[in-house]
Each structure stands twice: as structure tokens, then as C-alpha cells.
């Protein structure tokens, strides 16, 4: 199975690695998969005091696809308020970085680790974590 | 040196030349059916194969007239098993094999079940090779087969064959082996090793796809098989069908090549296994698959803890290698022989297969190395695993979302 430019772009030269200081109030961890799947992903925001993303990092176990989503996630993340972030889809990164059916579950993933991140953020300030629909799963 | 580098050679190996040029003539000039009794073009295509007849017998120890043409080793593995079961099964139904083995066995082998047979699938131990005692524990009177493969396609590992087929003997069965991965890379003596079936392949040995052989024995005892295939009557009424002569030549030349060079031809891929292992295993939490002492000498599978091989994969651009990994597959399961070693999913999901061959140079084999040493290194940068082993945290008391 080929990849697409895209994924290999990502793949490559990936975006945003790295780690926040997770005790730190302003940055929301997400950690979702797991190794037995053979895909972990752990993403990390930065918030500002106006609910905007300023930083964003990743750091992946999986296949190249996983890579991508999560990498392409974190620059997709710098810049935008909480609620936008909330509304990224995983079909706009299956459409953004070209993946085939069989790897929309790393997609999937990149969203999990979105919402899990931002509730993250919001139970450590002191707010309701936002309920997520599990349906895709 | 040419990228990329082909180091799959346990999937399949590139057809040496000298192969394809015995083959050619049988394409052409000299293509004759072999049988055809009545006139030249017939008997130059039976003269043929019987010749090729014979250089497959001799690799293997046996004589000319227990030697079957398929079209290959999963052909050979359905009809020896299913073959067995229908000829022998007012005898016993019950079938013996191992949870490692090639999916080819293992799915003639639900077969049988679905034809009232009762099939023991033995696990096997840490290094991959079958527990003798539990083999016997499980021998019944009504066991009429034992088929354990000879060397493993995804670790390499070979099975005490011989020890094996005593142990089928003692009980009155049958001891048939899958040995596409061992003939033409390590002796096999079907005699010596006491095997009645043995399986082989053209591809897995410099030759040509699409044609194998079957080995079935002649005397002490005597075993049949029940055709799977109904028509001409072909190989002794076992396979019908018109020979694929070019392909049994192809398959011959390879068995003849094989046998003049094996001896000198596994030393040298050895040390290059052992170089490309020595090597690897130098980066932090790396392991060797499967027994080290019993194996192909070609084959390393080594698991780099906390990357995932397909990711892994990606990274060792121009390598031709495959991976425990089945990121692609609907499951996501990794290697059923991986787990059944009792390695955890992660470690099987993070393992990568070489496997060297008769074209492999230690030049390509250097930079095997240096590429994949890279591609941990890149890909451990990435993991959030490889993070938190260093940082001391045991993944095992982290609660993951199984998705």
C-alpha cells in the first residue's frame, strides 16, 4: 500500500514533537491507544487565558498514518480557541491527508487524543469534562 | 549497490538465472505435454521431468517415485492432510500439529475438523520449538498424522524433526512436515528424519512460483493419500492435472543449485545473520525472536521495544523487510507465531523479519544496519512508549483504552 505525499511529509519531517510540562494548569495531556493495538498517541496543548491553543505537542507510537494524524493534529491546534479545537473531525484529517479505509482508525485516534487532551485542560481548571459520543469505536 | 535492498527472502527469493535458463527451452521449442506417449514432443517434456524428478528427490534423501508436482507448498499441505485423513480415517480421525505453523496447515487442518476430524493444535514453548513431552501426552491410538513444520517461515526456528517422528511412529501415525522453508537452505533427510510427508516450495529456493512437490513415502510404510484434485490421473493418480513442465524444471535446476551450494552458502549467511543481529541488538531494548541455537541460517526477527514495525518499516526506506505488525489488517492483531511465543502484542507489533538470501551482500547487509539502527532511533524520538520507559514508568500500570 502506497502512502500519500502528505503522510509521508508528516511522517518525515513530523511537527510539534516533543513534551509540556503536564503538571503545569495550563497544558492539557491526552493519552489515548494502546501498545497492544500498536498505536499509542500522546498529545499535549498549551492554553492561553483566552481558551486559545498556543502550543501543541505530540509524541506517537504506530504506523506512519498514526504519525501523520497526530503530527498534522498538533499544527492544525496552534491558534485555535478551545471550541474550535473541540470541532476538528476525524474526516477532515482521513480528507487532508488522503488515507485509505484501513487507516481511519489512526484518524480516529488523532481526534480521541484532541478531546482527551481538552478535558484534560478542563477538569484541571476546574470545569466539566465535556462528554464525548464513542460511536466510531 | 542497487537500492532497494530485497530482504524478504523468507516470502520469496529472486529465480537465479541459471534456473530460468534451464527453464526456457520448455516455454518454446520443447513444450511438449509429458503424457503424451506417442510421439517425441511428449516424451522430450517426460524426459524432462523425470530428470527434474530426480534432482528433487536427491535433496531430500528420497527416490524419484515419491516425489508429486503441485503447484506449490500450500497445494502440498492441503493434500497431505486432507489426503491423509480421507485415506486413513477409518483408522483414527485425529490430527496433531502446532499453533505455529503456516496458515496453510492450520486452515487444511480446520478443514479436517469440518470433516469429523478432531485436530490437536499444540502450543509451543518460549524459543518456539514444539514441547516433545507434550507432543506424547497427547498421542492417542486414534492419531493417524502429526504435521510439524521443519523451519519457521516468520522466526526461523527448526523443530527437532526427527525426534518428532519418532515419537508419531511410536503411536502407529503418520509424521508429515511443511519444510518450504528448510529444503535447500539446511540437510533435510527424509530418511534420516523419519518423515513420511514432507512439503516443499520452488519460490522459497531461487526457483520459479507457482510449482512444488510433494513427498510421499514408498516403503516402511507405504503411505497414500486420497487425490484432492478428480481428472487424468496424473502423479500417480495423487494430482491430476497437466504438468507444469518448465515450472518442474525451474523447481529441479533450483533443488540441484541449492544442494551443490548449501553447505558453504549457510556458512556465509550465518555470519551475515549474526553480523546483522550482533549489530542491531546493541540498541537499548532489543530482542532476538525464537531459538538461537536451532534455526535457518538466513532468517533474524528481532523485536525493537516501544516503535511499532509498520511505522518502522516506513522509516527503513529501501529495505524490503516485513513486520509482525498488521497495522493494515481489519484486526490490528500482530503475529499469530509472535503471541503464540508468548511475547506480549507490543513486542509482537514491534518486530521486524530479515531475511537474507543467495543474492544478499554483506555490503547491502552493512547498510541494512546502519538504516535500521536510524529508523529506531527516529522512531523511539516519536514514542510516547520509549519516553516513559526512560522516565522509569512500567506501562503495565497504565490503563489503556483498548479501541
Not at chain 1, 87 to 105: F, G, S, Y
Not at chain 2, 278 to 307: C, D, M, W
Request: aromatic share 6%.
Amino acid at each position: 500500500m502506497a502512502y500519500s505525499d502528505k503522510v509521508i511529509d508528516h511522517y518525515t519531517n513530523p511537527r510539534n514533537v516533543g513534551t509540556l510540562d503536564k503538571s503545569s494548569h495550563k497544558v492539557g495531556t491526552g493519552l489515548v491507544g494502546a501498545p497492544e493495538c500498536g498505536d499509542v498517541m500522546r498529545l499535549q496543548i498549551e492554553v492561553d487565558d483566552n481558551n486559545v491553543i498556543t502550543d501543541a505537542k505530540f509524541k506517537t507510537f504506530g504506523c506512519g498514518s498514526a504519525i501523520a494524524s497526530s503530527s498534522l493534529a498538533t499544527e492544525w491546534l496552534k491558534g485555535k480557541t478551545i471550541d474550535d479545537a473541540m470541532a476538528i473531525d476525524n474526516m477532515d484529517i482521513v480528507e487532508e491527508l488522503a488515507l485509505p479505509p484501513v487507516k481511519i482508525h489512526c484518524s480516529v485516534l488523532a481526534e480521541d487524543a484532541i478531546k482527551a487532551a481538552i478535558n484534560d485542560y478542563r477538569v484541571k481548571n476546574g470545569l466539566e469534562p465535556i462528554e464525548l459520543e464513542k460511536s466510531h469505536h | 549497490m542497487d537500492l532497494p535492498i530485497y530482504l524478504d527472502n523468507n516470502a520469496t527469493t529472486p529465480m537465479d538465472p541459471r534456473v530460468l535458463e534451464a527453464m526456457l527451452p520448455y516455454f518454446t521449442n520443447k513444450f511438449g505435454n509429458a503424457a503424451s506417449r506417442n510421439h517425441a514432443f511428449g516424451w522430450v517434456a517426460e524426459e524432462a521431468v523425470d530428470y527434474a524428478r530426480e534432482q528433487v528427490a536427491k535433496i531430500i534423501g528420497a527416490t524419484e517415485k515419491e516425489i508429486i508436482f503441485t503447484s506449490g507448498a500450500t497445494e502440498s499441505d492441503n493434500l497431505a492432510i486432507k489426503g491423509v485423513f480421507e485415506m486413513y480415517k477409518d483408522k483414527g480421525n485425529h490430527i496433531i500439529t502446532a499453533v505455529t505453523e503456516h496458515k496453510a496447515v492450520l486452515d487444511a487442518c480446520k478443514h479436517v475438523e469440518k470433516m469429523g476430524g478432531r485436530v490437536t493444535y499444540l502450543p509451543v514453548k518460549e524459543d518456539g520449538l514444539v514441547d516433545l513431552e507434550l507432543l506424547e501426552q497427547n498421542m492417542t491410538q486414534e492419531t493417524i498424522l502429526v504435521s510439524i513444520m521443519y523451519g519457521n517461515n516468520e522466526i526461523g526456528v527448526i523443530q527437532p524433526v526427527k525426534e518428532i517422528a519418532a515419537i508419531a511412529h511410536k503411536y502407529g501415525a503418520l509424521f508429515m512436515t511443511d519444510a518450504t522453508q528448510a529444503v535447500g537452505k539446511i540437510p533435510v533427510d527424509v530418511n534420516a528424519d523419519g518423515i513420511d510427508l514432507l512439503a516443499l516450495s520452488a519460490h522459497k529456493m531461487y526457483g520459479p512460483k507457482g510449482v512444488g512437490a510433494l513427498y510421499v513415502r514408498r516403503k516402511g510404510p507405504r503411505v497414500k493419500v486420497t487425490a484432492q484434485m478428480d481428472g487424468g490421473g496424473h502423479e500417480r493418480g495423487m494430482r491430476s492435472g497437466t504438468l507444469n513442465v518448465p515450472g518442474i524444471v525451474g523447481l529441479g535446476k533450483a533443488c540441484e543449485i541449492a544442494r551443490e551450494e548449501m553447505a558453504s552458502e549457510a556458512l556465509r549467511l550465518s555470519s551475515l545473520r549474526d553480523k546483522l543481529e550482533a549489530s542491531l541488538t546493541e540498541l537499548e531494548e532489543s530482542y532476538v525472536n525464537g531459538n538461537k541455537q536451532y534455526r535457518l541460517p538466513h532468517v533474524a526477527n528481532i523485536s525493537f521495544k516501544y516503535v511499532e514495525g509498520e511505522g518502522l518499516m516506513m522509516a527503513m526506506k529501501d529495505l524490503a523487510v516485513s513486520s509482525g505488525s498488521a497495522c493494515t489488517s481489519a484486526s490490528l492483531e500482530p503475529s499469530y507465531v509472535l503471541k503464540s511465543l508468548g511475547l506480549s502484542d507490543d513486542l509482537a507489533h514491534s518486530s521486524i523479519r530479515f531475511g537474507l538470501g543467495r543474492f544478499t551482500t554483506e555490503e547491502e547487509v552493512d547498510y541494512a544496519i546502519e538504516v535500521t539502527k536510524k529508523a529506531v532511533n527516529h522512531l523511539r524520538e516519536l514514542s510516547p512508549l520509549w519516553e516513559m520507559f526512560k522516565e522509569g514508568i512500567d506501562l503495565n500500570s497504565i490503563e489503556w483504552a483498548e479501541h
